[in-house]
């Protein structure tokens, strides 16, 4: 499900950062980016820092075995990132 105010309620600064991230892509971000671009004080500010101790902080798998078992759960859940 989309928010139309995700979508739309981001400041200009934002907003600029997204056609910037269009034409490096070369298409859409993804709508977790723009979730976490909306409100990063109620969301990214907590959930980046796990993020990345999940995946880069000390584990027995590489970064790089982290990323292939996200990226295959993500294929099997149907999400594109």
């Known amino acids: 499900m989309r928010l139309a105010k995700v979508h739309t309620g981001i400041s200009l600064g934002k907003k600029l950062q ?7 892509l070369g298409g859409e ?9 909306y409100r990063p004080e109620f969301l990214a500010r ?3 820092p796990v ?3 999940v995946m880069r902080g000390k584990s ?8 292939l078992f996200a990226a295959f759960v993500s294929r099997l859940n149907q999400c594109l990132f």
């Open 18 to 24: 997204l056609k910037i991230a269009r034409v490096v």
């Open 46 to 48: 907590r959930l980046n």
């Open 60 to 67: 027995a798998w590489s970064v790089g075995e982290r990323e």
């Open 29 to 37: 971000p993804y709508d977790v980016v723009k979730m976490l671009m």
């Open 51 to 53: 993020c990345q101790h």
